[in-house]
């Protein structure tokens, strides 16, 4: 498993070093690199307030009225695997991404064709997303509830605002994770 470098060390960090926190934390993202290279140069007092910060930055991308921006925050939202769904390119999900979706890929093979099912229809309706949600021990049962809640409201600046909070979500647990085992 990765780990994560001191937070003060990050700035000093080459740049493929301090993409790779980003990929650890998140998923790996051209779009998200290049839109977060300016803010690891900084220092941040916890990687709390770092994620808090790539968050502020992908929400500032959600305007509407903006399609070149939608479109590189699609790209990063995009980046998140489907839930419950064995990825086209396994090399592209993080060790820690398949270690967080291990226990929505068992159970059941009609489970997981609802599941399947659902990421479908999610995509249908709000294209360019993925449905990315804090899974945070919750059964397949427990997220195809809320997918489709989220699909039946159809509040496309909502699912945004949801996605990128759930990624925030996603990469908080998983530098707590990492951090307890320095």
Not at 64 to 76: A, E, H, K, M
Not at 165 to 172: H, P, R, V
Request: with cysteine.
């Amino acid at each position: 498993m990765a780990d994560l470098p001191s937070l003060s060390t990050i700035p000093s960090l080459p740049r493929e070093a301090q993409l790779r926190v980003l990929d650890t934390l998140f998923e790996p993202s051209p779009e998200l690199h290049q839109l977060m290279i300016p803010v690891l140069a900084q220092t941040f007092p916890s990687y709390t307030a770092l994620i808090d910060a790539v968050g502020g930055r992908m929400s500032a991308l959600s305007a509407p009225n903006s399609p070149t921006d939608r479109n590189v925050l699609f790209g990063i939202l995009g980046s998140h695997p489907r839930l419950g769904r064995a990825p086209a390119n396994p090399e592209h999900l993080s060790e820690l991404s398949k270690k967080e979706q291990a226990q929505l890929n068992t159970g059941a093979e009609e489970q997981a064709e609802k599941l399947s099912a659902l990421n479908a229809e999610y995509e249908q309706r709000f294209p360019g997303l993925r449905f990315v949600t804090f899974v945070n021990g919750r059964s397949r049962d427990l997220i195809m509830v809320e997918m489709r809640q989220r699909i039946e409201r159809g509040d496309e600046a909502r699912e945004i605002t949801e996605t990128i909070q759930g990624m925030c979500d996603i990469a908080k647990d998983r530098a707590r994770k990492l951090q307890s085992r320095i």
